[in-house]
Protein backbone atom coordinates (compact mmCIF):
# COMPACT_ATOMS: atom_id res chain seq x y z
CA UNK A 1 0.00 0.00 0.00
CA UNK A 2 1.04 3.45 -0.35
CA UNK A 3 2.22 5.47 2.58
CA UNK A 4 1.09 8.48 2.92
CA UNK A 5 3.30 9.44 6.07
CA UNK A 6 6.42 8.66 4.40
CA UNK A 7 5.77 9.46 0.81
CA UNK A 8 3.25 12.09 0.86
CA UNK A 9 1.08 12.42 -2.39
CA UNK A 10 1.71 15.05 -5.15
CA UNK A 11 -0.78 17.39 -5.88
CA UNK A 12 -2.42 16.79 -9.47
CA UNK A 13 -1.69 20.44 -10.38
CA UNK A 14 2.18 20.05 -9.10
CA UNK A 15 2.39 17.07 -11.04
CA UNK A 16 0.80 18.93 -14.18
CA UNK A 17 3.11 21.25 -13.99
CA UNK A 18 5.82 18.66 -13.99
CA UNK A 19 5.13 17.49 -16.93
CA UNK A 20 4.84 20.74 -18.62
CA UNK A 21 7.86 21.76 -17.53
CA UNK A 22 9.37 18.48 -19.10
CA UNK A 23 7.09 17.85 -22.51
CA UNK A 24 6.38 21.10 -23.89
CA UNK A 25 9.44 22.36 -24.45
CA UNK A 26 10.49 19.02 -25.99
CA UNK A 27 7.13 19.40 -28.29
CA UNK A 28 7.66 22.80 -29.56
CA UNK A 29 11.49 21.88 -30.26
CA UNK A 30 10.11 19.37 -32.61
CA UNK A 31 7.61 21.28 -34.05
CA UNK A 32 10.26 23.11 -35.21
CA UNK A 33 12.74 21.09 -36.27
CA UNK A 34 10.63 18.53 -38.05
CA UNK A 35 9.21 20.37 -41.06
CA UNK A 36 8.39 18.94 -44.52
CA UNK A 37 6.82 19.98 -48.22
CA UNK A 38 3.89 18.43 -49.03
CA UNK A 39 1.95 19.20 -51.67
CA UNK A 40 -1.85 20.89 -51.52
CA UNK A 41 -3.71 18.05 -52.70
CA UNK A 42 -1.96 15.29 -50.31
CA UNK A 43 -3.70 17.70 -47.63
CA UNK A 44 -7.01 17.61 -49.54
CA UNK A 45 -6.62 14.21 -49.89
CA UNK A 46 -6.43 13.78 -45.95
CA UNK A 47 -8.88 16.41 -45.48
CA UNK A 48 -11.44 14.28 -47.35
CA UNK A 49 -10.95 11.55 -45.68
CA UNK A 50 -11.54 12.70 -42.71
CA UNK A 51 -8.37 13.65 -41.11
CA UNK A 52 -7.96 17.12 -39.21
CA UNK A 53 -5.89 19.29 -40.02
CA UNK A 54 -4.41 20.59 -37.17
CA UNK A 55 -1.32 20.77 -36.18
CA UNK A 56 -0.50 21.49 -39.57
CA UNK A 57 0.93 24.94 -38.83
CA UNK A 58 2.78 26.63 -42.04
CA UNK A 59 6.42 27.14 -41.29
CA UNK A 60 7.17 29.41 -43.91
CA UNK A 61 5.13 31.65 -45.54
CA UNK A 62 2.52 30.79 -47.90
CA UNK A 63 2.57 33.09 -51.49
CA UNK A 64 -0.18 33.67 -53.94
CA UNK A 65 0.86 32.61 -57.13
CA UNK A 66 -1.92 34.46 -58.67
CA UNK A 67 -3.66 37.41 -57.64
CA UNK A 68 -7.12 36.69 -56.09
CA UNK A 69 -10.05 37.78 -57.49
CA UNK A 70 -7.39 36.41 -61.37
CA UNK A 71 -9.49 39.31 -62.85
CA UNK A 72 -11.80 41.54 -63.07
CA UNK A 73 -15.30 40.29 -62.31
CA UNK A 74 -18.99 40.86 -61.35
CA UNK A 75 -20.33 40.49 -58.05
CA UNK A 76 -23.81 40.59 -59.30
CA UNK A 77 -26.25 39.33 -62.13
CA UNK A 78 -26.22 42.61 -64.13
CA UNK A 79 -24.97 44.76 -66.93
CA UNK A 80 -21.79 45.81 -67.68
CA UNK A 81 -21.18 49.17 -68.75
CA UNK A 82 -19.39 52.26 -69.57
CA UNK A 83 -20.20 54.63 -66.68
CA UNK A 84 -20.11 57.67 -69.03
CA UNK A 85 -22.97 56.53 -70.79
CA UNK A 86 -24.69 56.47 -67.93
CA UNK A 87 -23.90 60.05 -66.66
CA UNK A 88 -27.25 61.74 -67.65
CA UNK A 89 -29.67 59.15 -67.07
CA UNK A 90 -32.45 59.85 -64.54
CA UNK A 91 -36.11 58.30 -64.08
CA UNK A 92 -37.45 60.88 -66.47
CA UNK A 93 -34.76 60.55 -69.20
CA UNK A 94 -33.26 57.43 -68.91
CA UNK A 95 -30.65 56.03 -71.00
CA UNK A 96 -31.27 53.30 -73.52
CA UNK A 97 -28.04 50.79 -74.35
CA UNK A 98 -28.13 48.08 -76.97
CA UNK A 99 -27.82 44.56 -75.47
CA UNK A 100 -24.90 42.80 -75.96
CA UNK A 101 -23.77 39.06 -76.36
CA UNK A 102 -24.48 37.78 -72.84
CA UNK A 103 -21.25 37.07 -70.48
CA UNK A 104 -21.69 33.67 -68.78
CA UNK A 105 -19.26 33.00 -65.81
CA UNK A 106 -16.13 31.02 -67.32
CA UNK A 107 -16.55 32.62 -70.32
CA UNK A 108 -14.06 35.60 -71.77
CA UNK A 109 -16.14 38.52 -73.40
CA UNK A 110 -15.04 40.76 -76.16
CA UNK A 111 -14.08 44.62 -75.79
CA UNK A 112 -17.44 46.25 -74.66
CA UNK A 113 -18.85 48.92 -77.42
CA UNK A 114 -19.40 52.13 -76.27
CA UNK A 115 -23.17 52.90 -76.37
CA UNK A 116 -23.74 48.88 -75.30
CA UNK A 117 -24.58 47.35 -71.88
CA UNK A 118 -23.29 43.41 -71.04
CA UNK A 119 -25.68 41.08 -69.51
CA UNK A 120 -22.95 39.64 -67.14
CA UNK A 121 -23.48 36.53 -64.42
CA UNK A 122 -22.36 36.69 -61.01
CA UNK A 123 -18.39 35.71 -61.28
CA UNK A 124 -18.33 35.94 -65.19
CA UNK A 125 -15.14 38.67 -66.57
CA UNK A 126 -16.34 42.35 -66.46
CA UNK A 127 -15.73 42.56 -70.48
CA UNK A 128 -12.84 45.37 -71.18
CA UNK A 129 -14.11 48.89 -71.45
CA UNK A 130 -16.45 48.60 -69.18
CA UNK A 131 -16.35 50.20 -65.61
CA UNK A 132 -19.30 49.33 -63.71
CA UNK A 133 -21.81 46.87 -63.47
CA UNK A 134 -25.92 47.50 -62.77
CA UNK A 135 -27.55 45.10 -60.91
CA UNK A 136 -30.31 43.60 -63.93
CA UNK A 137 -33.59 44.38 -61.31
CA UNK A 138 -32.08 47.85 -61.56
CA UNK A 139 -32.34 47.75 -65.12
CA UNK A 140 -35.36 48.44 -67.23
CA UNK A 141 -36.24 45.67 -68.54
CA UNK A 142 -35.52 43.75 -64.58
CA UNK A 143 -34.91 40.93 -66.27
CA UNK A 144 -32.85 39.17 -68.84
CA UNK A 145 -35.04 36.93 -70.43
CA UNK A 146 -34.83 33.40 -71.75
CA UNK A 147 -33.53 32.75 -75.15
CA UNK A 148 -36.29 31.30 -77.10
CA UNK A 149 -38.64 32.25 -74.47
CA UNK A 150 -41.49 32.98 -77.77
CA UNK A 151 -41.40 29.31 -78.46
CA UNK A 152 -44.10 27.53 -76.65
CA UNK A 153 -43.01 25.00 -74.09
CA UNK A 154 -39.03 26.74 -74.12
CA UNK A 155 -39.32 29.26 -71.38
CA UNK A 156 -37.97 27.72 -67.98
CA UNK A 157 -36.96 30.61 -65.89
CA UNK A 158 -40.03 31.99 -64.71
CA UNK A 159 -39.81 35.16 -67.11
CA UNK A 160 -41.43 33.84 -70.57
CA UNK A 161 -39.84 37.22 -72.87
CA UNK A 162 -37.17 36.43 -74.94
CA UNK A 163 -33.67 38.59 -74.25
CA UNK A 164 -34.92 42.55 -74.62
CA UNK A 165 -32.60 44.07 -77.66
CA UNK A 166 -32.52 47.12 -75.48
CA UNK A 167 -31.95 48.12 -72.19
CA UNK A 168 -32.95 51.42 -70.09
CA UNK A 169 -31.53 52.50 -67.58
CA UNK A 170 -32.76 55.68 -65.11
CA UNK A 171 -29.89 56.60 -62.86
CA UNK A 172 -26.06 56.99 -63.10
CA UNK A 173 -23.61 54.79 -61.94
CA UNK A 174 -20.15 54.87 -59.69
CA UNK A 175 -17.14 53.67 -61.36
CA UNK A 176 -16.06 50.72 -60.25
CA UNK A 177 -19.70 49.60 -58.81
CA UNK A 178 -20.29 46.32 -58.08
CA UNK A 179 -16.70 45.33 -59.82
CA UNK A 180 -14.49 42.52 -57.84
CA UNK A 181 -11.43 44.08 -59.20
CA UNK A 182 -8.21 41.65 -59.14
CA UNK A 183 -5.99 41.24 -56.65
CA UNK A 184 -8.85 42.78 -54.03
CA UNK A 185 -8.59 39.79 -52.14
CA UNK A 186 -4.77 38.87 -52.30
CA UNK A 187 -1.90 40.07 -55.07
CA UNK A 188 0.08 38.03 -56.81
CA UNK A 189 3.54 37.40 -54.86
CA UNK A 190 2.05 38.68 -52.08
CA UNK A 191 1.43 36.62 -48.60
CA UNK A 192 -1.31 34.66 -48.41
CA UNK A 193 -0.56 32.93 -45.31
CA UNK A 194 1.90 34.05 -43.17
CA UNK A 195 4.51 31.38 -41.49
CA UNK A 196 2.69 30.32 -38.31
CA UNK A 197 -1.24 29.72 -39.59
CA UNK A 198 -3.00 26.84 -39.11
CA UNK A 199 -4.30 25.52 -41.79
CA UNK A 200 -8.13 25.09 -40.93
CA UNK A 201 -11.24 25.11 -43.85
CA UNK A 202 -10.84 28.88 -44.98
CA UNK A 203 -6.74 27.97 -45.51
CA UNK A 204 -7.11 25.28 -47.51
CA UNK A 205 -9.52 26.86 -49.58
CA UNK A 206 -7.32 29.84 -50.13
CA UNK A 207 -4.63 27.92 -50.60
CA UNK A 208 -6.51 26.26 -53.58
CA UNK A 209 -7.52 29.27 -54.44
CA UNK A 210 -4.51 31.25 -54.94
CA UNK A 211 -2.64 28.35 -57.18
CA UNK A 212 -0.67 27.16 -54.57
CA UNK A 213 0.53 23.53 -54.75
CA UNK A 214 3.02 22.87 -52.43
CA UNK A 215 3.48 24.44 -48.40
CA UNK A 216 6.15 23.52 -45.54
CA UNK A 217 4.27 22.52 -42.95
CA UNK A 218 5.22 21.12 -39.18
CA UNK A 219 5.08 17.54 -38.89
CA UNK A 220 3.09 16.64 -36.17
CA UNK A 221 4.95 15.16 -33.06
CA UNK A 222 5.96 12.06 -33.09
CA UNK A 223 4.90 10.35 -29.55
CA UNK A 224 6.28 6.73 -28.74
CA UNK A 225 3.51 4.81 -27.00
CA UNK A 226 4.79 1.65 -24.90
CA UNK A 227 2.22 -0.50 -23.72
CA UNK A 228 3.98 -2.85 -21.27
CA UNK A 229 2.90 -5.57 -19.53
CA UNK A 230 3.50 -9.42 -20.44
CA UNK A 231 -0.48 -10.29 -20.21
CA UNK A 232 -1.06 -8.08 -23.11
CA UNK A 233 -1.81 -9.49 -26.89
CA UNK A 234 -2.07 -6.68 -29.66
CA UNK A 235 -5.35 -5.84 -30.47
CA UNK A 236 -7.30 -8.43 -32.45
CA UNK A 237 -4.66 -11.39 -31.73
CA UNK A 238 -6.37 -14.18 -29.80
CA UNK A 239 -6.33 -14.43 -26.18
CA UNK A 240 -4.59 -17.08 -23.98
CA UNK A 241 -5.45 -17.55 -20.59
CA UNK A 242 -5.15 -14.69 -18.33
CA UNK A 243 -4.12 -12.56 -21.20
CA UNK A 244 -5.55 -9.31 -22.47
CA UNK A 245 -5.77 -7.25 -25.73
CA UNK A 246 -3.62 -3.99 -25.59
CA UNK A 247 -6.34 -1.41 -25.11
CA UNK A 248 -4.19 1.09 -23.84
CA UNK A 249 -2.38 1.69 -27.08
CA UNK A 250 -5.69 1.99 -28.75
CA UNK A 251 -7.46 4.44 -27.20
CA UNK A 252 -3.99 6.32 -26.38
CA UNK A 253 -2.98 6.25 -30.19
CA UNK A 254 -6.61 7.68 -30.46
CA UNK A 255 -6.42 10.35 -28.05
CA UNK A 256 -2.89 11.64 -29.13
CA UNK A 257 -3.88 11.56 -32.33
CA UNK A 258 -6.84 13.52 -32.15
CA UNK A 259 -4.75 16.20 -30.55
CA UNK A 260 -2.47 16.34 -33.90
CA UNK A 261 0.58 13.60 -32.45
CA UNK A 262 2.00 10.78 -34.97
CA UNK A 263 1.97 7.57 -32.93
CA UNK A 264 4.21 5.06 -33.11
CA UNK A 265 3.02 2.09 -30.91
CA UNK A 266 4.84 -1.09 -28.98
CA UNK A 267 3.83 -3.83 -26.95
CA UNK A 268 6.98 -5.16 -24.54
CA UNK A 269 6.46 -7.66 -21.59
CA UNK A 270 7.83 -7.32 -18.26
CA UNK A 271 11.18 -7.90 -19.05
CA UNK A 272 13.88 -4.72 -19.40
CA UNK A 273 15.75 -5.85 -22.41
CA UNK A 274 12.41 -5.57 -23.89
CA UNK A 275 11.73 -2.55 -23.34
CA UNK A 276 15.18 -1.39 -23.65
CA UNK A 277 15.30 -2.69 -26.95
CA UNK A 278 12.23 -0.58 -28.05
CA UNK A 279 13.53 2.26 -26.36
CA UNK A 280 16.87 2.05 -28.48
CA UNK A 281 15.41 1.54 -32.17
CA UNK A 282 12.77 4.33 -31.40
CA UNK A 283 12.40 6.12 -34.66
CA UNK A 284 14.72 9.74 -34.68
CA UNK A 285 12.33 12.24 -34.54
CA UNK A 286 10.41 10.52 -31.38
CA UNK A 287 9.78 13.66 -29.15
CA UNK A 288 8.04 11.79 -26.51
CA UNK A 289 7.41 8.62 -24.90
CA UNK A 290 4.90 7.54 -22.85
CA UNK A 291 4.44 4.23 -21.42
CA UNK A 292 1.35 2.72 -20.07
CA UNK A 293 1.49 -0.28 -16.81
CA UNK A 294 4.70 -1.44 -14.66
CA UNK A 295 4.82 1.56 -12.72
CA UNK A 296 3.32 0.61 -9.06
CA UNK A 297 4.76 -2.00 -5.90
CA UNK A 298 4.45 -5.47 -8.15
CA UNK A 299 7.20 -7.91 -8.68
CA UNK A 300 7.43 -6.87 -12.31
CA UNK A 301 7.02 -3.41 -12.66
CA UNK A 302 8.93 -3.01 -15.96
CA UNK A 303 8.95 0.39 -16.28
CA UNK A 304 10.15 1.40 -13.18
CA UNK A 305 12.57 -1.38 -12.87
CA UNK A 306 14.14 -0.58 -16.14
CA UNK A 307 13.66 3.53 -16.50
CA UNK A 308 16.77 4.52 -13.82
CA UNK A 309 16.95 8.25 -12.70
CA UNK A 310 12.54 8.84 -13.22
CA UNK A 311 10.82 10.27 -10.85
CA UNK A 312 8.19 6.97 -9.33
CA UNK A 313 5.62 8.33 -7.36
CA UNK A 314 1.94 8.51 -5.95
CA UNK A 315 -0.28 11.67 -7.30
CA UNK A 316 -3.13 12.37 -5.12
CA UNK A 317 -6.21 11.51 -7.67
CA UNK A 318 -7.55 8.40 -8.60
CA UNK A 319 -7.71 7.14 -10.58
CA UNK A 320 -4.27 7.69 -11.97
CA UNK A 321 -2.07 7.41 -8.67
CA UNK A 322 1.00 5.97 -9.54
CA UNK A 323 2.93 7.53 -12.07
CA UNK A 324 6.43 7.99 -13.38
CA UNK A 325 8.16 11.43 -15.67
CA UNK A 326 11.31 12.21 -16.47
CA UNK A 327 13.60 12.14 -18.92
CA UNK A 328 14.88 8.63 -21.63
CA UNK A 329 17.46 7.47 -23.69
CA UNK A 330 16.27 6.57 -27.11
CA UNK A 331 18.50 5.21 -29.84
CA UNK A 332 21.67 3.00 -30.08
CA UNK A 333 25.30 3.65 -29.51
CA UNK A 334 26.58 7.07 -31.52
CA UNK A 335 22.55 8.46 -32.26
CA UNK A 336 21.23 8.56 -28.59
CA UNK A 337 19.36 11.71 -27.45
CA UNK A 338 17.18 12.32 -24.62
CA UNK A 339 13.67 12.70 -24.44
CA UNK A 340 10.74 13.34 -22.10
CA UNK A 341 9.05 10.02 -20.50
CA UNK A 342 5.77 10.18 -19.10
CA UNK A 343 4.61 7.07 -17.50
CA UNK A 344 1.04 6.61 -17.06
CA UNK A 345 -0.71 3.75 -14.79
CA UNK A 346 -2.11 0.20 -16.74
CA UNK A 347 -5.59 0.62 -15.67
CA UNK A 348 -7.45 1.29 -18.59
CA UNK A 349 -9.50 4.15 -17.32
CA UNK A 350 -6.27 5.25 -15.17
CA UNK A 351 -4.59 5.76 -17.77
CA UNK A 352 -6.92 7.29 -19.85
CA UNK A 353 -7.59 9.74 -17.27
CA UNK A 354 -4.07 10.33 -16.99
CA UNK A 355 -3.95 11.53 -20.58
CA UNK A 356 -6.81 13.75 -19.96
CA UNK A 357 -5.56 15.68 -17.01
CA UNK A 358 -1.72 15.79 -17.86
CA UNK A 359 -0.80 15.22 -21.16
CA UNK A 360 -4.09 16.27 -23.74
CA UNK A 361 -3.70 19.94 -22.69
CA UNK A 362 -0.13 20.08 -23.41
CA UNK A 363 0.04 18.83 -26.82
CA UNK A 364 -3.12 20.62 -27.61
CA UNK A 365 -1.69 23.63 -27.11
CA UNK A 366 1.77 23.19 -29.21
CA UNK A 367 -0.28 21.81 -31.74
CA UNK A 368 -2.99 24.02 -31.84
CA UNK A 369 -5.90 21.26 -31.67
CA UNK A 370 -9.21 22.57 -30.91
CA UNK A 371 -10.39 22.55 -28.81
CA UNK A 372 -7.22 23.30 -26.67
CA UNK A 373 -9.33 22.50 -22.80
CA UNK A 374 -11.68 20.38 -22.64
CA UNK A 375 -14.96 22.68 -22.43
CA UNK A 376 -15.96 22.54 -18.37
CA UNK A 377 -19.63 22.90 -16.72
CA UNK A 378 -21.52 22.46 -13.45
CA UNK A 379 -24.26 20.48 -12.81
CA UNK A 380 -26.28 18.60 -9.60
CA UNK A 381 -25.26 14.98 -8.91
CA UNK A 382 -28.68 12.61 -9.58
CA UNK A 383 -27.38 10.39 -6.74
CA UNK A 384 -25.34 10.70 -4.10
CA UNK A 385 -21.35 10.29 -3.95
CA UNK A 386 -18.40 8.99 -2.13
CA UNK A 387 -15.05 10.12 -2.80
CA UNK A 388 -11.42 9.41 -1.43
CA UNK A 389 -11.15 12.76 0.89
CA UNK A 390 -7.12 12.76 0.42
CA UNK A 391 -7.70 12.23 -3.36
CA UNK A 392 -8.53 14.55 -6.41
CA UNK A 393 -11.30 11.94 -7.64
CA UNK A 394 -12.39 11.58 -11.22
CA UNK A 395 -15.59 9.97 -12.23
CA UNK A 396 -17.12 8.82 -15.35
CA UNK A 397 -20.49 9.81 -16.15
CA UNK A 398 -23.31 11.38 -18.03
CA UNK A 399 -26.20 14.33 -18.43
CA UNK A 400 -29.92 13.83 -18.21
CA UNK A 401 -32.17 15.71 -19.90
CA UNK A 402 -32.77 17.28 -16.66
CA UNK A 403 -28.84 18.08 -16.79
CA UNK A 404 -28.09 16.18 -13.70
CA UNK A 405 -24.84 14.18 -13.47
CA UNK A 406 -25.22 10.24 -13.49
CA UNK A 407 -22.44 8.05 -13.08
CA UNK A 408 -21.60 5.66 -15.70
CA UNK A 409 -20.04 2.98 -13.58
CA UNK A 410 -18.11 3.08 -10.30
CA UNK A 411 -14.65 4.55 -9.87
CA UNK A 412 -12.86 1.12 -10.79
CA UNK A 413 -9.96 1.83 -13.25
CA UNK A 414 -10.70 -1.00 -15.19
CA UNK A 415 -13.98 -0.27 -16.29
CA UNK A 416 -13.11 1.04 -19.26
CA UNK A 417 -16.94 0.29 -21.04
CA UNK A 418 -18.06 2.59 -18.83
CA UNK A 419 -15.86 5.31 -19.51
CA UNK A 420 -16.60 4.47 -23.26
CA UNK A 421 -20.35 5.12 -22.21
CA UNK A 422 -19.46 8.71 -20.48
CA UNK A 423 -19.75 11.74 -21.58
CA UNK A 424 -18.42 13.73 -18.90
CA UNK A 425 -15.81 13.45 -16.67
CA UNK A 426 -16.91 15.12 -12.82
CA UNK A 427 -13.67 16.39 -10.81
CA UNK A 428 -14.40 15.59 -6.84
CA UNK A 429 -11.91 17.73 -5.47
CA UNK A 430 -9.51 16.52 -2.61
CA UNK A 431 -11.02 17.87 1.12
CA UNK A 432 -14.86 15.87 0.05
CA UNK A 433 -15.98 12.95 1.55
CA UNK A 434 -19.40 12.59 0.04
CA UNK A 435 -22.11 14.38 -1.85
CA UNK A 436 -25.30 14.58 -1.66
CA UNK A 437 -28.10 14.31 -4.66
CA UNK A 438 -28.33 17.68 -6.04
CA UNK A 439 -25.24 18.81 -5.11
CA UNK A 440 -23.57 20.67 -8.06
CA UNK A 441 -19.96 19.03 -9.19
CA UNK A 442 -17.76 20.26 -12.05
CA UNK A 443 -16.80 18.60 -14.87
CA UNK A 444 -15.33 18.55 -18.07
CA UNK A 445 -17.33 17.51 -21.62
CA UNK A 446 -15.12 14.50 -23.32
CA UNK A 447 -17.01 14.72 -26.82
N1 LIG B 1 0.17 -2.86 -3.83
C1 LIG B 1 -0.29 -1.94 -4.64
N2 LIG B 1 -0.84 -2.33 -5.80
C2 LIG B 1 -1.32 -1.43 -6.66
C3 LIG B 1 -1.27 -0.06 -6.33
C4 LIG B 1 -0.67 0.32 -5.13
O1 LIG B 1 -0.58 1.50 -4.79
N3 LIG B 1 -0.17 -0.67 -4.33
N4 LIG B 1 -1.83 0.83 -7.18
C5 LIG B 1 -2.91 0.34 -7.98
C6 LIG B 1 -3.30 1.32 -8.93
S1 LIG B 1 -4.16 2.63 -8.32
C7 LIG B 1 -3.06 1.20 -10.26
S2 LIG B 1 -3.69 2.35 -11.35
C8 LIG B 1 -2.28 0.11 -10.78
C9 LIG B 1 -1.18 0.63 -11.67
O2 LIG B 1 -0.35 -0.41 -11.93
P1 LIG B 1 0.72 -0.46 -13.06
O3 LIG B 1 0.86 0.85 -13.71
O4 LIG B 1 1.92 -1.07 -12.54
O5 LIG B 1 -0.01 -1.32 -14.14
P2 LIG B 1 -0.03 -2.88 -14.33
O6 LIG B 1 0.13 -3.52 -13.02
O7 LIG B 1 0.91 -3.21 -15.39
O8 LIG B 1 -1.50 -3.06 -14.83
C10 LIG B 1 -2.60 -2.70 -14.08
C11 LIG B 1 -3.84 -3.29 -14.72
O9 LIG B 1 -4.05 -2.72 -15.98
C12 LIG B 1 -4.06 -3.74 -16.98
N5 LIG B 1 -3.37 -3.23 -18.16
C13 LIG B 1 -2.10 -2.81 -18.20
N6 LIG B 1 -1.79 -2.40 -19.43
C14 LIG B 1 -2.88 -2.58 -20.18
C15 LIG B 1 -3.17 -2.34 -21.55
N7 LIG B 1 -2.23 -1.85 -22.38
N8 LIG B 1 -4.39 -2.63 -22.01
C16 LIG B 1 -5.32 -3.15 -21.17
N9 LIG B 1 -5.11 -3.37 -19.86
C17 LIG B 1 -3.90 -3.11 -19.38
C18 LIG B 1 -3.33 -4.87 -16.39
O10 LIG B 1 -3.63 -6.07 -17.00
C19 LIG B 1 -3.75 -4.78 -14.93
O11 LIG B 1 -5.03 -5.34 -14.78
O12 LIG B 1 -1.71 -0.66 -9.78
C20 LIG B 1 -2.56 -0.96 -8.68
N10 LIG B 1 -1.89 -1.84 -7.83
O1 LIG C 1 -4.82 5.02 -9.94
MO1 LIG C 1 -5.44 3.54 -9.96
O2 LIG C 1 -5.80 4.27 -11.32
O3 LIG C 1 -6.65 4.25 -8.81
O4 LIG C 1 -6.60 2.41 -10.32
Request: hydrophobic share 45%; proline share 10%.
Amino acid sequence: MHDDATHPRRPVADHAAEIAERVTPALVAALERDTERVTVARLLAAAAAGAALAPRVLTADAVAAAALPGFDNSQMDGYAVRSTDLAGATREAPVALRVAAPVPAGTQPPPLAAGTAAPVMTGAPVPAGADAVVRVEDADPPHFGTPGAATPGAATSGVAEEPAAEVRFAAPVTVGAYVRTTGSDVAAGEVLLPAGAPLGAPQLGALVAAGIRTVDVARPPHVLLVSTGSELAPAGRALGPARVHDANGAALTAALAQVGARVTTAVVPDEPDDLRRVLERAPGDVALVVTTGGVSAGAFEVVRQTLDGLWFGHVAVQPGGPQGLGTVVLGGPGAQREVPVVAFPGNPVSALVSFELFLRPLVAAVTGATPARRPTGRAPLAAPLNSPPALHQVRRASLDDAGRVHMTGGPGSHLLTHLAAATILVHVPPGVARLERGDVVDYWELR
